[in-house]
T-cell receptor
């Protein structure tokens, strides 16, 4: 079993829909990261969380430390949100443990 | 400057060639990383430099040789690679180890022929 699990693996949505991607982890962490990767491209860091909730534009990330669970929400989704979203845990070391990613496609 | 710049963006090399990948950041970050990413897989850590010293080598074959000439620059020297080494090579930096966010470069797409 992977130490960081993401669901769903693939997600298709219509433009305007509210989207949720989930991440569960089984290790103790100092922080949880949400990353975005467009096809063939580099990675953009969206959020780093150690508690509570963060919001940036249409993106919201939450974390529940007790339940070892984090969610990434996208409100009013748009085709340009189509990308792979990766959850990654920082387990009190200088390594990231990556989830397998969620491939999101938003259609107009 | 809030970016990690990687060059070249694309590289095709033969198995007998020697080439280098370059990564540069001017954010004053003290930790720099090399990752390898195969298609549809998450990145795999290769090397970590902290304060210009190699702190982690994830048992990477010696045909990959990292170098950190100064706090802003990270190189990855490539020699006698195999076709299975073809991948996206990502550089990242962080202000320091632990509890800091990461800034990733856009990667070098390497093809070994």
């Amino acid at each position: 079993k992977n130490e960081v699990e993401q669901s769903p693996q693939n997600l298709t949505a219509q433009e305007g829909e509210f989207i949720t991607i989930n991440c569960s982890y089984s290790v103790g962490i100092s922080a949880l990261h949400w990353l975005q990767q467009h096809p063939g491209g580099g990675i953009v860091s969206l959020f780093m969380l150690s508690s509570g909730k963060k919001k940036h534009g249409r993106l919201i990330a939450t974390i529940n430390i007790q339940e070892k669970h984090s969610s990434l929400h996208i409100t009013a989704s748009h085709p340009r949100d189509s990308a792979v979203y990766i959850c990654a845990a920082s387990p009190f070391t200088d390594k990231l443990i990556f989830g397998t990613g969620t491939r999101l496609q938003v259609f107009p | 400057d809030t970016e990690v710049t990687q060059t070249p963006k694309h590289l095709v090399m033969g198995m007998t060639n020697k080439k280098s990948l370059k990564c540069e950041q001017h954010m004053g970050h003290r930790a720099m990383y090399w990752y390898k990413q195969k298609a549809k897989k998450p990145p795999e850590l290769m090397f970590v430099y902290s304060y210009e010293k190699l702190s982690i080598n994830e048992s990477v074959p010696s045909r990959f040789s990292p170098e950190c000439p100064n706090s802003s620059l990270l190189n990855l020297h490539l020699h006698a690679l195999q076709p299975e080494d073809s991948a996206l090579y990502l550089c990242a930096s962080s202000q320091d180890l632990l509890n800091y966010g990461y800034t990733f470069g856009s990667g070098t797409r390497l093809t070994v022929v």
